[in-house]
């Protein structure tokens, strides 16, 4: 049986595609939307169309397992020209999503009805692509240049109510009603003439104004800095107003092309489905009875309690937040009730919202208060007996079967674990500050902890709006243990004769957001410090004493200026030059390509034994982690998809070259010309 069949109406045909999970465009749903066509036009008894999707979504796009492959049946271009070249009017019936070659299908329709819950959009950069059917020219012509630029560009969907706003969506039509909303609509349209997008005007705005493209690109400069699919995005839409539609195609089609064959797409699509699979528990049946969780308790109410509880209050799940003291109590909700009311500021939230997050926080100082909690997760100072006496606590306290997570970054797991007698309900949820903003999770796995507990655990990362990775129980997990090799480089290098400033450069330059210093200024340099002044044991003691603390002090590494632009600072480098000469290194020049291998084949390193350890599932959830809690460039896929396309026998050569150690299973990778990633 197809996955596309055809409903005939009396005058109108009905094309349905059936294609679970999300109606991806793959050559059978194309296949079957070509013949659909082809009966619709062959039919004169036909006299309108309505395509639609069975299941949660329109098209969400090309199916993107086909990408890389030969390709397979009808091209999608083609298959939807011949459609709008039709005297019949078609009309696309949207619920879901409706993205990519999904939302050019819908383009190439005659007209687009949209339940109000559905979304468009076109993120094929979001996969280092641009549309490739013919979306960077129609949309242009629909909605114009200035309103095509952020969903060609940016990638993100807009709602029906915006897209009917800009001309995108015909009518919104009945949440509950739209296929015979969407039949009624095209009866309507039964004689009139075609409205072709192709043939739409409305791209003459970039030509009357042709500066929107430059300060498009300006005004998110940051956030597409490395990529490449963004500016051909920006070149393709100009194009719609600046050539003939058939040019502007053909220029479409060098982009993508162009795009579709670099790193920067393999590397993303790589990351689309890494994302997807890390939420996965290799031998688990998906379908194991999940612990509900109604009610989630937190202790601690500082940054990171706060920012914790935020994130189960903005799913609607409720929170009891506990601390010891009335002011810290107060403190920390009023804390997070300002970050609701600055996002409310920002446009982001209602005050609907606020109140109604704020409404299902109960802030306590009893621990009794958390008996009835489903999960409690704590947040109290970094000290093993104090975790240890928490969690001693709280077993005693919460009700049986309830999972008991500590947010500990580095502690083991194990140990806490040992405290309590549910050692299968206690696990590791290790956030990242600012909690209520870092995508990343560590779901910390201990040698005890029940499937079942770790699989609602990973459900529940997804229900928050996390991107959870699953990690062994070791020092630092797999993000800080990934860190800290680079760090241990970064400072190595300093004492070499290094500049600092170009440590940081070659990191920034890679495509990470900040170098190591810049890190360390930013983070405090402070932080762990012992705080005695005449105490100068190591160099981060020399500049704690100079009064050198980090960016929030205006100097650390750097000087910073009003505008807190990072300024080398030559009392630092005299003083790196001290302490290089005490630890009696050769002093020289290292080269950029050197600073970057040192600081990131070692990261590899680490990242392979990580796997060899069964410290983490798979090597992508490696990748997801660093991309998602330590900026590594999402366009280079992640640090072992990045190292394979550098070649690990190449990686193995630079560590060998630095002196660098190399762990067993990278070695026989390269030997054996293997990848990490497939
Ligand atoms: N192709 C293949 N599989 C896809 C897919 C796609 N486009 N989209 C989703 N899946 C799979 C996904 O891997 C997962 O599989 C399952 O569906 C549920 O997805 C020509 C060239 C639609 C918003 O970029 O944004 O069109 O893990 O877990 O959270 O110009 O999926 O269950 O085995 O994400 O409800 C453009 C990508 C392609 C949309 C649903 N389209 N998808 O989110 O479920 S390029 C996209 C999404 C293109 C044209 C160009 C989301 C979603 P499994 P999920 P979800």
Not at 504 to 517: N, W
Not at 633 to 640: A, E, Q, S, Y
Request: glycine share 10%; net charge negative; hydrophobic share 40%.
């Amino acid at each position: 049986m197809s996955v596309v069949t055809t409903n005939k109406l009396q005058n109108i045909l009905e094309i349905i595609s059936d294609s679970p999970p999300v109606n991806a465009l793959g050559a059978a749903v194309r296949q079957g939307l070509v013949d659909g066509i082809e009966q619709a036009l062959s039919d004169d008894e036909i006299e309108a169309v309505v395509i639609r999707c069975e299941g949660r979504t329109f098209f969400a796009g090309a199916d993107i397992t086909e990408f890389g492959k030969p390709p397979v049946g009808p091209n999608l271009g083609e298959a939807i020209d011949r459609m709008e070249a039709s005297e019949k009017p078609v009309v696309a019936a949207i619920h879901g999503t409706a993205l990519g070659g999904g939302c050019e299908v819908a383009l190439a329709c005659h007209y687009r009805v949209a339940v109000p819950s559905a979304k468009l959009g076109l993120p094929e950069v979001k996969l280092g692509l641009i549309p490739g059917a013919a979306g960077t020219q129609r949309l242009p012509r629909v909605v114009g240049a200035e309103a095509a630029l952020p969903m060609v560009v940016i990638g993100n969907p807009i709602s029906a109510k915006k897209a009917a706003a800009i001309g995108l969506v015909d009518k919104v039509v009945g949440e509950d009603s739209l296929a015979d909303d969407a039949i009624a609509f095209a009866r309507a349209q039964i004689g009139k003439p075609v409205p072709r997008s192709s043939a739409g005007n409305a791209n003459q705005d970039g030509v009357k104004n042709p500066a929107i493209f430059d300060e498009f690109r300006a005004k998110n400069g940051r956030k597409l800095r490395g990529f490449d699919a963004p500016n051909a995005g920006i070149e393709a839409v100009k194009a719609a107003g600046e050539m003939s539609y058939e040019d502007g195609v053909a220029k479409e089609r060098e982009l993508f092309m162009k795009l579709m064959s670099g790193t920067q797409s393999a590397a993303m699509r790589h990351y689309f489905f890494a994302e997807r699979a890390a939420n996965k528990v290799d031998g688990v049946d998906p379908k194991i009875d999940l612990i509900p969780i109604k009610k989630v308790g937190v202790i601690g109410a500082g940054t990171m309690g706060g920012g914790i509880s935020m994130n189960f209050l903005s799913a609607g799940i409720p929170v009891t937040i506990l601390e010891m003291k009335q002011d810290a109590l107060d403190r920390g909700v009023a804390t997070i009730r300002k970050n609701y009311e600055n996002t409310a500021k920002r446009g982001r939230m209602t005050a609907e919202q606020v109140e109604g997050a704020m409404g299902i926080l109960t802030p306590s100082l009893h621990y009794d208060d958390l008996a009835d909690c489903d999960l409690v997760i704590e947040a109290v100072f970094e000290n093993m007996d104090v975790k240890k006496d928490v969690f001693g606590k709280l077993d005693e306290i919460v009700k049986p079967g309830a999972i008991l997570a500590s947010n500990t970054s580095y502690l083991n797991v194990d140990e806490i674990a040992a405290a309590t007698k549910r050692p299968e309900y206690v696990l590791g949820m290790h956030f990242f500050s600012p909690a209520n903003i870092m995508k990343l999770l560590e779901v910390v796995r201990g040698e005890k902890t029940a499937d079942n507990v770790l699989v609602t655990a990973m459900k529940l990362s997804k229900k928050i709006g996390k991107v959870a990775a699953v990690s062994g129980v070791c020092d630092g997990f797999i993000g800080n243990r990934m860190l800290s090799p680079r760090q241990q480089q970064a400072n190595a290098m300093l004492m070499e004769g290094a500049n600092y400033w170009e440590v940081d450069d070659v990191l920034l330059d890679f495509g990470f957001p900040m170098g190591p210093f810049q890190m360390s200024d930013l983070a405090g340099i402070d932080i762990g410090w012992h705080r005695d002044e005449t105490r100068i044991e190591t160099m981060r003691d020399a500049l704690c004493a100079k009064g050198r603390w980090g960016q929030k002090v205006g100097k650390g590494f750097y000087d910073y200026d009003e505008s807190r632009q990072r300024v080398p600072s030559d009392e630092v480098k005299e003083l790196i030059a001290e302490w290089g000469a005490k630890e009696g290194k050769e002093q020289r020049d290292i080269s950029a390509d050197e600073m970057r291998e040192r600081m990131l084949y070692p990261m590899v390193n680490e990242g392979a034994m990580i796997l060899e350890e069964g410290m983490a599932q798979r090597a992508s959830d490696i990748d997801v982690v660093w991309i998602n809690g330590y900026g590594w460039p999402l366009f280079t896929g992640g640090p072992m998809f990045w190292a394979d396309t550098v070649g690990l026998d190449k990686v193995v050569a630079g560590l060998e070259k630095h002196g660098l150690p190399v762990c067993d299973l990278l070695r026989s990778k390269a030997a054996a010309g293997e990848k990490f990633n497939g």
